[in-house]
């Protein structure tokens, strides 16, 4: 009962690993106890590990057959599975595998009134007509959105897997973490600090997209001013940047509703092609999630990775969108069950190894929408202010000036949008959990 217990709270919490952890422990004391495989096939379906969660929901059936909540969560289940096994015997190899955009053509229609480009080029005009008209929950022309993301796309690809930054002294230089969907939320961060340009630009560290409703106008806007202006805004892959965690927590349905299905696969290919992490200054590492499994780890290690795919579930690219840090010295497992927690004498000895002064990653709501660890050299900045609407935490970021780059912290509340709850457009096995 304890294990159980302690099971269910971590699931609240999305520590899934630890909710696992728990749930196995509840089983070995009892291979009855029905809510043990339950709370870990829950679990497994956060995670996506489909075909595990399968296993325990099966069992939860085996020993309940009479229990209608078991018999409708095993049935999307497998659902879930039968779609990723007809998805994995129709796919064809990389080497074969033509561009989604090969198969997009779209004209715009004499009606439309919405925001337009012309020509090939981006503007500030075209970005700042796109955010009033999606303000006002209105939609971009697929023939637009195609071409801002396939301009990303061509950007993108070109870039290291690790990107140099260089703030001339006297100039400054903004951090936001996680966005998670919130577009109002994002607009504000803009109200307070500007527009993005190459007098102001930002880094987004990832988890642009999923659990808020409104993921399709947060990535559009950051890709449209990485269009118009590459120097104006950075962008680093998150672990939500992943067809993964879209299928489960809301951008997949989201752009299958407001653009099409093959813009999917399309959103798909950028998020391969996003950096995994960026240097500022060559002293400040930025980072969505966190640090290594071992140590020794060079920058050089990090941009020889070939990051066009999509997330292991273990080594370098892994650890750096999933870890997180740990208030004991040394290293221990991921309450996520990806990546590991990591102690400030591992955050030390990686700034040492590679002459870096601060590490800044996100990846955690935190109330004050940030938190200082590890003796002052390591920084969570997290920009989703009530996250999903129930966290009621602030949001947060940093700004930088060369030439000594110390972070000057900048917390803002969350402020109204549209009535459309997170999770809007999320799977339907997931909601079942909520």
């Known amino acids: 009962m304890y294990w159980a217990n302690r099971s269910i709270a971590h699931l609240k919490l999305e520590e899934y690993g630890s909710a696992i952890q728990d749930a196995s422990k509840a089983i070995e004391v009892d291979p009855r106890y029905s809510k043990g495989y339950y709370r870990r096939g829950a679990a497994s379906l956060a995670m996506g590990k489909f075909k595990e969660a399968l296993k325990d929901f099966q069992q939860v059936k085996k020993i309940c057959p009479n229990d209608p909540d078991a018999t409708k969560k095993l049935k999307e289940c497998e659902k879930a599975v039968m779609k990723l096994k007809f998805a994995e015997a129709i796919s064809v190899p990389e080497s074969q595998r033509r561009p989604v955009a090969d198969s997009i053509n779209y004209q715009v229609e004499s009606q439309y009134t919405g925001a337009r480009i012309e020509g090939d080029v981006v503007t500030l005009d075209f970005v700042k007509k796109m955010m009033e008209d999606f303000k006002n929950q209105k939609t971009l022309h697929q023939r637009y959105a195609f071409q801002i993301v396939l301009q990303t796309k061509e950007m993108l690809q070109k870039l290291p897997s ?9 100039k400054h230089f903004t951090v936001c973490g996680d966005v998670h969907g919130q577009f109002y939320d994002l607009l504000n961060i803009f109200e307070l600090n500007g527009l993005p340009s190459e007098e102001n630009p930002y880094l987004f560290n990832g988890d642009f997209v999923d659990r808020g409703s409104f993921s399709l106008e947060v990535i559009l806007t950051l890709f449209a001013f990485k269009c118009m202006s590459p120097s104006a805004i950075y962008l680093a892959r998150g672990n939500h940047e992943s067809k993964s965690m879209n299928r489960i927590y809301g951008f997949e349905g989201e752009v299958q509703s407001k653009l099409s299905e093959k813009f999917v696969g399309l959103f798909a290919e950028v998020f391969c092609c996003l950096p995994l992490a960026h240097v500022i200054n060559g002293k400040v590492f930025v980072v969505h999630g966190g640090l290594f499994s071992v140590d020794g780890v060079k920058l050089s290690d990090i941009r020889a990775i070939n990051r066009f795919c999509e997330p292991p579930e273990e080594g370098l690219m892994c650890e750096l969108l999933w870890s997180d840090p740990q208030p004991a010295p040394g290293r221990g497992p991921s309450k996520r069950g990806v990546g590991l927690s990591f102690g400030g004498d591992v955050t030390k000895r990686f700034l040492q190894d590679n002459n870096l002064d601060l590490v800044v990653r996100s990846h ?60 809007a457009y999320a799977n339907n096995f997931l909601r079942l959990f909520q």
């Open 364 to 423: 955690e709501v935190k109330d004050e929408g940030y938190e200082i660890e590890h003796d002052g050299k390591l920084i969570t900045v997290f920009s989703a202010p009530n996250y999903c609407d129930q966290m009621g935490n602030k949001g947060a970021f940093i700004r930088f000036k060369a030439p000594d780059l110390k972070p000057n912290i900048v917390t803002f509340s969350a402020v109204p949008h549209p009535d459309v709850k997170p999770m």
């Open 162 to 170: 690790l990107v140099d930054i260089n703030v001339p002294n006297g």
